[in-house]
């Protein structure tokens, strides 16, 4: 039995896509596989429609606690041996059947616990916020793969966008970190958990979901600020050299992205002509300061979104820069975001204590 679990919040538009699309996967016809949608205590009536959909298992949160939580609470009712997480706003795409792919690969290599997807660099709702997302995301897996169709070992990553783990390896890590309500990082901080408790992982090129990445500025600005905040914390509780996002050509381009901020001092240092010339050859460097970053975004993004992009990148730095340093200082207050066990659920409590 393969468990499907899917947290839901104001998704009802949403969700019915992706279940139309777990619809058609040969685990549902083969009677191999269950359909649960935790519902986070949505506002709108997305429990209502799912309830309605034949074969689909839908829990009630008694109130909104976040994607983390429903996650587990979807695990603890799962009668599954493997168990697959995905997210209301992915789509799977036509032409395949990527949930049975996941549970073949689990099934044929027993070494294996997890096996996690790619993002397609084209975003379900396009705009240069999406594709800011997206191609980030294609350039990070561009740099796990490493030039191979498939890796199979310790990877410090995991999705829950869509992600398969053995149920008995996911009781055992203790389940998605609950202190995450907002979308925090909770996944990267469950990937470098069992990294260091010697999970193996399994990726490949061409296990790739549609994900609706944020178009509004608002809603990508929160979610990039509190995912730094909980990083800074993971860095501090977990060795994460390990992962290819931290690297020092991304830290280098962040740098440069977050000096732009001063170049309005050069008005105030230089003549007028001077310092604009400078603020001119800024911008033309930009694109190659992105390096492999911009040539991945050059090659998969609309141009009209290109110049978006390249905007997108310098503004929300410092709002990364922030999120790091209030991690760092609400950790070295003793406020962190992962004290104590990460699921106070009896099913995990039950796991610890055998």
């Excluded at 016809?29 to 506002?43: K, L, M, P, R």
């Excluded at 959909?53 to 949160?61: A, K, L, N, S």
């Excluded at 606690?65 to 493997?82: F, K, Q, S, T, Y």
């Excluded at 280098?252 to 002509?273: D, H, I, K, Q, T």
């Amino acid at each position: 039995m393969i468990s499907i679990i899917i947290p839901a919040y104001d998704c009802r538009d949403e969700i019915q896509g992706l279940l139309d699309d777990v619809g058609r996967s040969a685990l549902l016809a083969e009677g191999d596989a269950e359909v649960i949608v935790v519902d986070d205590h949505s506002t709108d009536d997305t429990a209502a429609v799912c309830e309605a959909r034949e074969g689909v298992r839908v829990i009630r949160q008694p109130q909104n606690a976040g994607p983390a939580r429903a996650r587990n609470v979807g695990a603890a009712h799962a009668r599954g041996e493997l168990l697959i997480f995905i997210d209301s706003d992915v789509r799977l795409l036509p032409g395949g059947d990527i949930l049975s792919e996941m549970v073949r690969v689990l099934q044929e290599r027993p070494p294996v616990d997890c096996v996690s997807t790619l993002s397609s660099p084209r975003p379900t709702r396009e705009s240069a916020i999406a594709y800011a997302n997206s191609i980030y995301h294609a350039y990070y897996m561009d740099r796990i793969l490493a030039g191979r169709d498939e890796v199979e070992g310790r990877v410090m990553f995991f999705t829950t966008r869509l992600g398969a783990i053995r149920a008995r390896r996911f009781r055992e890590a203790g389940g998605f970190y609950e202190s995450l309500r907002r979308v925090m990082n909770e996944d990267g901080e469950f990937g470098t958990r069992i990294y260091h408790r010697g999970y193996r992982s399994y990726l490949a090129r061409h296990l790739v979901h549609q994900h609706r990445y944020p178009t509004g500025f608002g809603r990508y600005l929160r979610s990039y600020y509190h995912s730094t905040v909980a990083q800074a914390q993971i860095d501090r509780t977990m060795d994460t050299s390990a992962d290819e996002s931290l690297s020092a050509a991304e830290k280098g381009r962040r740098l440069y992205a977050l000096s732009f901020w001063l170049l309005p001092l050069l008005f105030a240092l230089l003549p007028a002509a001077a310092a604009a010339a400078l603020c001119g050859l800024w911008v033309l460097a930009l694109p190659l300061v992105l390096g492999a970053l911009g040539r991945r975004m050059r090659a998969e993004t609309p141009r009209r979104y290109w110049v978006g992009f390249h905007a997108v990148y310098v503004a929300i730095t410092p709002f990364i820069f922030a999120g790091y340093a209030v991690g760092l200082l609400r950790h070295s207050l003793g406020d962190s975001l992962f004290a104590g066990p990460p699921s106070t659920l009896e099913y995990f409590r039950q796991e610890a204590a055998s």
